[in-house]
């Protein structure tokens, strides 16, 4: 992709997430969007045919950014968390409207497929389904939906707290999930 056509499209998603943040979804037209990005409405088509592949575009973009081969490199699972929780708040503009659009459906799938590979490939490396008790594909989908409640509760209070608190707390609860699985078979 040249120069020019990057710069365009940063443009648009420019201006549709500061769209998203002063309305609704549904009530975004073509038109404003052309008019906050300064250019035309046939550039826009030409990059994306509806607002819905544009929502898609802007989730891939963020997505393949943040788990881009420079991003992910990390020592530790809390480590690579971190890294995802930066960009996450370096994009957090884009993040609170998605968040606060009818497009938070779109997002939510790109962010639980793209944090199943990390949660598959750095969180549950070393999981042992057989002494937990818990099978790892249940886990899995469980620490999706945690991750994904975190994020939402942490753009909804203005992202307070640092990625490296957020990614301590969830590491610290999923250890005890891990763990507890382990201590409740021993038990009975």
Not at 30 to 37: G, H, I, K, P, R
Request: net charge negative; hydrophobic share 40%; with cysteine.
């Amino acid at each position: 992709m040249g120069r020019q056509t990057r710069k365009t499209k940063q443009a648009i998603f420019d201006a549709f997430a500061e769209l998203l943040n002063q309305k609704k979804y549904s009530k975004i037209t073509v038109q404003e969007l052309a008019e906050l990005a300064d250019v035309g409405r046939s550039t826009i088509y030409s990059h994306f045919e509806t607002k819905e592949d544009l929502l898609t575009a802007m989730c891939i973009d963020i997505f393949e950014e943040m788990l881009s081969a420079e991003h992910v490199i990390s020592d530790s699972p809390e480590n690579i968390l971190v890294m995802l929780l930066t960009h996450i708040q370096e994009n957090k503009k884009v993040i609170a409207g998605i968040f606060a659009s009818e497009g938070m459906d779109v997002f939510v799938e790109y962010c639980k497929h793209y944090f199943f590979g990390v949660v598959e490939t750095s969180l549950l490396e070393a999981y042992d389904e057989e002494a937990s008790g818990i099978p790892k594909d249940f886990l899995e989908n469980h620490l999706i939906g945690t991750f994904m409640e975190m994020l939402r509760w942490w753009a909804k209070n203005n992202m307070k707290q640092t990625p490296q608190e957020l990614a301590h707390y969830f590491m610290k609860i999923t250890n005890s999930v891990i763990n507890s699985g382990a201590s409740y078979l021993n038990n009975t």
